[in-house]
């Protein structure tokens, strides 16, 4: 029971002491690092990323990035302004590049600097494409999922000192130890960081829309994305960090309707593919 009391004293304090709020969901979320300190390490680590990598400029694709990037970034002001949250963005410094790599894969850190790599662009297939991927990646930052998760990793960690400190018995805090680290990451972290993407998917679907792509895109480009995982046996949904792409599919599809009805209201009839 003190071990029980002990995590939620530590839950409670977390969120009471270091807390902001989710724009799109409404809900308190943990910030035990707030984004005054996160940004500035987040615009330096990604100043020095570019130092170490190709960074393409000035071809199409480049072009495209940085366009697709802008139209993201005003459909987020837009929909932040629309509701109630003026000035969100106010210490957010956009940056969009595309790096010489055959990793298929994209990012935004916080604060608004993101990275494309060539790898990525074959499966985007079209500009479309490249827009559900950028505003799946943008949602991160805005929903400040990347703050979340290092203030739960922290809280993970404190907890696991505090078990050792309050468990004397040798063998029980063995016992502690061997099942806190599973239990805390396979009930806790990941059904966290699935979370994430979830809500990231839903958040990118109703930015693309509103920035003029056509969000049925996103579920095509998830089924592209499974195509080139190939038929490797991909772990259980429960051990992962991401839903399966099946379960993406299914969700993009069936939010692709709520997207547009969203982008109406922002004037947004027509939508580029």
């Known amino acids: ?160 000192v505090a078990g050792n400190i309050a468990l004397q018995d040798e063998s029980a805090r063995n016992a502690f130890n061997q099942y806190y680290g599973v239990g805390s990451q396979v009930g806790v972290m990941l059904p966290f960081s699935r979370n994430h993407e979830t809500e990231a998917d839903k958040i990118g679907l109703y930015l693309m829309a509103i920035a003029g792509y056509n969000p049925n895109e996103a579920a095509e480009l998830w089924k592209r994305m499974k195509a080139n995982a190939g038929s490797g046996q991909a772990p259980p949904e429960i051990l992962s960090t991401h839903p399966s792409n099946d379960s993406r599919i299914a969700n993009l599809t069936a939010l692709a309707p709520t997207a547009i009805a969203e982008a109406k209201k922002f004037g947004v009839t027509e939508f580029r593919d």
């Open 1 to 160: 029971m003190k071990i029980k009391h002990l995590f939620i004293g530590l839950g409670i304090a977390a969120f009471v002491f270091s807390c902001s709020t989710n724009p799109f969901t409404g809900k308190k979320t943990m910030a035990l690092v707030p984004n005054s300190q996160l940004f500035p390490t987040s615009f330096t680590q990604y100043n020095q990323f570019l130092t170490e990598n190709k960074v393409i400029t000035g071809t199409s694709d480049a072009k495209m990035i940085k366009r697709v990037g802008e139209r993201i970034a005003s459909a987020s002001e837009k929909w932040l302004s629309a509701n109630g949250y003026h000035g969100y963005l106010k210490d957010y410094k956009w940056e969009y590049n595309l790096v010489d790599d055959e990793t298929v894969n994209a990012w935004c850190m916080p604060g608004g600097k993101i990275v494309f790599y060539t790898g990525i662009l074959p499966i985007a297939k079209s500009e479309a494409g490249v827009a559900a991927i950028m505003g799946h990646e943008v949602a991160h930052a805005l929903a400040n999922h990347g703050q979340q998760r290092m203030s739960a990793g922290m809280l993970q960690q404190l907890g696991a």
